[in-house]
């Protein structure tokens, strides 16, 4: 295999999926003797420090509006003189201020965007079947659309102490994600009341934090609910819970499914789009129907009462992670497209 001059390009924002996701293919793929790497993003001081460490080139842009023409041909002339064998690209902006060239450009997709802003790539890349499927649906070439999973941060990490937030002895529940609407942290709120036993650790920060401590005051369940705001040790906070639940009402490929499955936690989600992909009901996880609270309760129920249940659900998901998502594994497979796309 001849070595890869590839670019890796994302503008994003602070936080979230694909932005946590660009900097760790970055880094990894920094590993690889095959690649030779740039990555071409927004500022981002903590992101600039993970590709020092890496040791990866990295450039920035303001990846502004349509009238920031400067910061466009900046853009582009960096492009040019990298002169890159193949340009991955993510999320709209990156994407659409990309131009056809020399290069393979490629795009990857972790939602279900508007494909206009796609339409001039020569490969696509979704990290679920089900957006490979919407872009094939919306007229993208099905042999040059690719299914690649995400692998999540697998940086070992030890648990934190049970009674950490200031929790009770008992059962730890953990939800984690945007406080959003999407996130359906109100249908687990309302599930709580149902659930015996058990303290809520809720991570995340979002427009919908204050309605739903309003809704756990009215519910009559703070005193069971820990708010957490954003927190950066996802692995910890899955290494100290009994059991993850996932509640969403949408979520793209569910990297919290992942992430429970490699640190070994039992998972029940819902039927959202990502997780009814990868989990299979009864034997890795636990899936109820979108936006049911009693059902979700009865399941979260099913596995406090029964730890033998979690525990084979949990061990079996971490083959499952190992075997198809883990960090070889997927960095592998962008090896491979890169390989299979170049003359």
Known sequence: MNRI???????????????????RLVCALGDYPEVTQTALTRRHAERQRQFDRAGVPWQTFRFGGPLDLSDHWRYRRALRRISPDVVLTYMNRATRLT?????????????????????????????????CDHLVRGGMPAERVFHIANFIDETPAAPLARDSFDSPAGPILLGLG??????????????????????????????EEQRLKQLAAELGIEQRVRFLGWRGDVNALMRTADLFICPSRHEGLGNIVLEAWFNRCPIVSTLSQGPRELITHGEDGLLTPIDDAVALATSVSRLLESPALGQSLAGKGHARYLQGYSQAVICRRYLDLFEAVLP
């Open 5 to 23: 001059k590839l670019v890796q390009a994302m503008a994003g924002a602070a936080r979230g999926g694909a932005e946590a996701f660009y900097t």
């Open 99 to 131: 131009p056809r060239g020399p290069y393979r450009l490629i795009a990857r997709l972790g939602h279900y965007y508007n494909l206009k802003h796609y339409r001039h790539c020569d490969y696509w890349v979704g990290n679920t079947r089900d957006i």
């Open 178 to 207: 945007r406080l959003h609407d999407n996130k359906a942290f109100d249908t687990l709120l309302r599930a709580l009341p149902m659930i015996e036993q058990g303290t809520l650790w809720l991570a995340g920060s979002g427009p």
